[in-house]
């Protein structure tokens, strides 16, 4: 069966350091990845999409990384802040549906 | 910038009863979905909606569920019997591009349904 799965439910950091956060998927092959970040009671955000044939991407402090045979995708934050602490989700899509992974709730403490 | 709109922000019901959750999308989109979220777990889905018919589904939505886009701008999601279970934050989202993996999807804020 399909799945898309992220590390750990939650990952506590200090302000300043590195956020890396990890998507893993089993029987999709897609030709995109995305990431999207969710705050209590908000629904989620679309923050960058990567191609199967990048090997990275980069938007400010974010940077996304896709390694298809590894069916793995890797997103850091640089620089982290307090106002990064949210829920960030790893998508996909199904046909033409996006299905999302259950996310990873990241702390940044200052 | 153009956002999705959700109506109600809350609603409560008792089981049983019927409830209607609805969205604006934005203007110009193609696709439509229906999302859950039960407190706690992850963003699940459940219809696609696409040139006026649905797209694909979930087995999440089975009989007791509807969509419907009446108008050039309202999409619904019809509870028929509520039960317990479907207490859950219900979100919509839109897309811009039909066929294209490499689209974003746009959400609204959500409409969180308790059912009593």
């Known amino acids: 069966s399909q799945k898309i799965e992220q590390n750990s439910e939650a990952l506590n950091i200090q302000e300043g350091k590195t956020a890396t956060l990890t998507c893993n998927y089993t029987?999709?092959?897609?030709?995109?990845l995305q990431w999207y970040r969710q705050d209590p009671g908000r629904g989620p955000v679309f923050l960058l999409l990567?191609?199967?044939?990048?090997k990275e991407k980069r938007k400010e402090r974010l940077k996304v990384t896709f390694d298809t045979t590894l069916k793995q995708s890797l997103f850091h934050i640089t620089a982290s802040q307090p106002a990064d602490s949210a829920t960030y989700l790893c998508?996909?899509?199904?046909?033409?549906?996006?299905?999302f992974g259950a996310g990873t709730r990241l702390t940044v403490k200052p | 910038e153009p956002e999705v709109t959700q109506t109600p922000s809350h609603q409560v019901t008792q089981m049983g009863q019927e409830v209607i959750l609805r969205c604006v999308p934005i203007?110009?989109?193609?696709?439509f979905y229906w999302y859950r979220q039960i407190l706690g777990q992850k963003v699940e889905f459940l219809v696609s909606?696409?040139?006026?018919?649905?797209?694909?589904k979930s087995e999440i939505f089975d009989d007791q569920f509807s969509v419907e886009r009446p108008d050039g701008s309202n999409f619904t999601l019809k509870i028929r019997s509520t039960k317990l279970e479907d207490s859950a934050m219900y979100f919509c989202?839109?897309?811009?591009?039909?066929?294209?993996?490499?689209?974003?999807?746009?959400f609204g804020n959500g409409t969180r349904l308790t059912v009593t």
């Open positions: 989202a839109s897309r811009d591009r039909a066929n294209s993996r490499n689209s974003p999807l746009h």
């Open positions: 029987n999709y092959s897609p030709a995109y």
């Open positions: 990567i191609r199967e044939n990048e």
């Open positions: 998508a996909l899509y199904n046909n033409n549906d996006m299905r």
């Open positions: 203007s110009n989109h193609l696709y």
């Open positions: 909606f696409y040139n006026n018919e649905i797209s694909e």
